[in-house]
């Protein structure tokens, strides 16, 4: 009887063990998620048009085309291929496909990271 007690009680401690392991494990699989360089684009920020590449934040001195054929100008108007016209507005992103999506993170940091 003491030997199916000890088995049941050594059974549950290393199930215990297994579990947290494993939660350990995908918790830092999720943070290895949030830490990943963020993506190359182009972006406004306090009227100024920005590049961001291998996560280093420049001024954009020249015209860039996009995979998908929209130019984005210096001045913040994007021409698509179709010949629309847009005006970016702060904090508006384009990656280099050519999609647009608002900045996730705006803080102080980056923007004064970004203007030197």
Same mark, same amino acid.
């Given at each position: 009887?003491?030997?199916?007690?000890?088995?049941?009680?050594?059974?549950?401690?290393?199930?215990?063990?297994?579990?947290?392991? $494993?939660?350990?494990?995908?918790?830092?699989?999720?943070?290895?998620?949030?830490?990943?360089?963020?993506?190359?684009?182009?972006?406004?920020?306090? !009227?100024?048009? &920005?590049?961001?590449?291998?996560?280093?934040?420049?001024?954009?001195?020249?015209?860039?085309? &996009?995979? !998908?054929?929209?130019?984005?100008? /210096?001045?913040?108007?994007?021409?698509?291929?179709?010949?629309?016209?847009?005006?970016?507005? !702060?904090?508006?992103?384009?990656?280099?496909?050519?999609?647009?999506? /608002? $900045?996730? &993170?705006?803080?102080?940091?980056?923007? /004064?990271?970004?203007?030197?």
């Amino acid at each position: 009887m003491k030997r199916i007690i000890c088995l049941i009680a050594f059974v549950s401690f290393s199930c215990c063990l297994f579990a947290q392991k $494993m939660d350990t494990a995908m918790h830092n699989k999720m943070e290895m998620g949030k830490t990943d360089k963020m993506k190359d684009c182009v972006y406004m920020n306090n !009227n100024h048009m &920005m590049m961001m590449k291998d996560g280093k934040t420049m001024m954009m001195d020249q015209d860039m085309k &996009m995979k !998908n054929g929209t130019t984005v100008m /210096k001045d913040g108007t994007m021409m698509m291929k179709d010949g629309s016209k847009k005006m970016l507005m !702060n904090g508006e992103c384009i990656d280099m496909n050519g999609r647009m999506s /608002k $900045m996730k &993170m705006m803080d102080d940091k980056m923007m /004064k990271d970004s203007m030197q």
